[in-house]
């Protein structure tokens, strides 16, 4: 029986496929469903797949509700893998992008100075088109193969 790996968005499947590679892990094919109301939809035009999902905390009956298996980010991608680098880690990947200064003038704005690092960041990687899905690749390629967020790690292990 064929498997097929749903996730929400683009960032997922990148950092499932780049830590894939990294980990000679043979991928399956992975289809964004566009959020996690496309689960349904996918599940059905799939059939008689074994469909195994990865998706937020906060969506996470979306999927369980028509998959297989099913594996939480908590509660989303990118806190997943802040606690695998830790902030320092985070940092480290958005400085060799150059773009450590524009996180830092993000932490300065007024609604964001009291706010913990992980919800800064959080702002950070949503902020920009495209951003989701570049850092998930930084990250999945920094994280040490000994750290692999949970999720991600259970994912690929059941493959």
């Given amino acids: 029986m064929q498997v097929t790996v749903l996730v929400e968005g683009e960032s ?14 043979r991928m399956p094919a992975v289809r964004v469903v566009g959020g996690s109301k496309g689960a349904r939809r996918a599940a059905a035009e799939l059939g008689d797949r074994v469909l195994v999902g990865l998706v937020d905390a906060g969506e996470r009956a979306d999927f ?5 298996t099913v594996f939480v980010c908590e509660p989303d991608l990118e806190g997943e893998f802040v606690r695998a680098l830790g902030i320092d880690g985070v940092e ?15 932490q300065r704005q007024p609604f964001q ?31 040490p193969l000994d750290r692999v967020p949970p999720p991600l790690a259970g994912l690929l292990t059941a493959l």
């Fill in 64 to 68: 369980e509700r028509v998959l297989d």
């Fill in 92 to 106: 480290a990947v958005i400085a060799a992008q150059g773009e450590l200064d524009s996180f830092r003038s993000l």
């Fill in 113 to 143: 100075r009291g706010r913990a690092p992980e919800a800064q960041l959080a702002r950070f990687f949503g902020g920009r088109s495209g951003n989701k899905a570049r850092y998930a690749r930084l990250m999945a390629e920094a994280v």
């Fill in 12 to 25: 997922d499947r990148v950092a499932l496929e780049t830590l894939a590679g990294r980990l000679g892990v």
